[in-house]
């Protein structure tokens, strides 16, 4: 049986995921709309339960989120997502979050996700597995009307503002630093006077590489004008070795 091209998914949101203003933390965000394509995977055949069994699995390489508010405590969220773009290492998925009862929109979400094999770390075709199923639930007339994730260029100017070691709590269920985690260590680098006064109105995140837990993030910013903020993670290993992990770009809104 084919299911519906676009899968649409429930979340309540729990108090204690909330901050002071009693709006949802965006990393909670983003972990909804990572359960969100994985739900929509698993259910149509192409989703990390299968695809642990033969020794592969997705991982996010890029990631865009544009806001218009983010979701009150106790209310419940409904979070669709689709595939719009099928190639042979890397699929596009997109989101649409909005209140479950007054259908009002939150936001949107573009994504890029590449499969890799789970032994040797490197890309694996999409297309061969199940004979290329996937292309079944592509789905190109949705509008998802925000710009595509970017590559998050920067310049050679950005000084160092924060550093942070992982631990447990950061390795999700492939076995590095969760996608999330970047970005959750980012905003805690800003006050809760920060905070108070500016909310996410779009961030884009290029993953470069994997981080492990031991490894220490240093995170260094480039301000391309007020409100307007360039990061680059880079991760060091505990043997010495440093590498970049990611790239993030943040454009604040008054609140």
Request: net charge negative.
């Amino acid at each position: 049986m084919t299911l519906d091209k676009i899968g649409k998914y429930e979340f309540l949101v729990e108090p204690f995921h909330c901050d002071f203003s009693q709006r949802l933390f965006v990393g909670h965000l983003g972990n909804h709309l990572l359960n969100a394509a994985d739900f929509h995977s698993n259910d149509r055949g192409f989703g990390m339960t299968y695809l642990n069994e033969i020794h592969k699995t997705w991982v996010l390489s890029r990631l865009a989120i544009e806001l218009e508010c983010l979701p009150k405590a106790y209310s419940r969220m409904n979070v669709e997502t689709w595939v719009d773009g099928v190639m042979r290492f890397f699929t596009h998925r997109n989101f649409k979050m909005a209140d479950a009862q007054t259908g009002e929109v939150y936001g949107y979400g573009r994504s890029v996700w590449a499969m890799i094999d789970t032994q040797t770390r490197q890309p694996a075709d999409i297309l061969a597995i199940k004979e290329g199923s996937i292309v079944n639930y592509v789905d190109t007339e949705k509008p998802c009307p925000i710009d595509a994730s970017s590559r998050v260029k920067m310049g050679g100017e950005a000084d160092l503002v924060g550093s942070f070691e992982t631990h447990y709590s950061d390795v999700d269920i492939n076995g590095h630093i969760n996608s999330v985690k970047y970005l959750e260590h980012l905003f805690d680098l800003m006050p809760e006077s920060w905070h108070s006064t500016y909310r996410v109105k779009r961030l884009d995140v290029a993953y470069v590489a994997e981080s492990h837990f031991g490894d220490v993030l240093h995170y260094f910013k480039e301000e391309v004008s007020p409100g307007d903020e360039l990061y680059r993670i880079v991760k060091c290993t505990p043997d010495g070795n440093t590498a970049e992990a990611c790239r993030v770009a943040v454009k604040w809104a008054e609140k």
